[in-house]
């Protein structure tokens, strides 16, 4: 099922702000904004959190595109591999922040490459405080599926239920 981040971090706020601090080429700006508005609405869907975008300023929820070292210890690898990750809930700046390696090709599902709106789903999770699911069906799982229609697993929801 579900898993927590060690101590069971969560935001101590549910009026959650998120920037998109650059853009990937693969798609254009609207595309890339409804991906992350969709991303974060399976998530208030199911919980009692909302999600405002912010132009500028200081937010919870920091999104950036970028390839290989981009300004954390935690370097991308090139095409294919590791898609994304975020880091759970906390006080620090980078809590809660979501970074895409720019190295994949984006796309809005189908076909070839990488749907952004599912990896965001599953980035998102984290940014509020799960960590990967053993349940295969499940968004939190740690390996990439496509699904033409992605719903949340039961295990999702009752994860995020268990910490919000
Ligand atoms: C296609 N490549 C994969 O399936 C890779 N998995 C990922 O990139 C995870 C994200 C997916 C699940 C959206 C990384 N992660 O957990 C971030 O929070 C590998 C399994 C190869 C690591
Ligand atoms: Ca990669
Ligand atoms: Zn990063
Ligand atoms: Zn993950």
Known sequence: GYTTFPGRPTWDHTDLTYRVVNYSPDLDVASIDDAFSRAFGMWSNVAPLT?????????????????????????????????????????????????FDEDEFWTQGGGNGYSL???????FGHSLGLDHSSIQGALMYPTYSYQANLQLHS??????QDLY
Do not use: M
């Open 117 to 123: 709106f599912i990896v965001a789903a599953h980035e």
């Open 155 to 160: 295990d999702d929801v009752a994860g995020i």
């Open 51 to 99: 999600f405002t975008r912010q132009e500028q300023g200081n937010v919870d929820i920091l999104i950036q595109f970028g390839s290989q070292n981009h300004g954390d210890s935690y370097p991308f690898d090139g095409k294919n591999g590791v898609l994304a990750h975020a880091f759970g809930p906390g006080t620090y700046s980078i809590n809660g922040d979501a970074h």
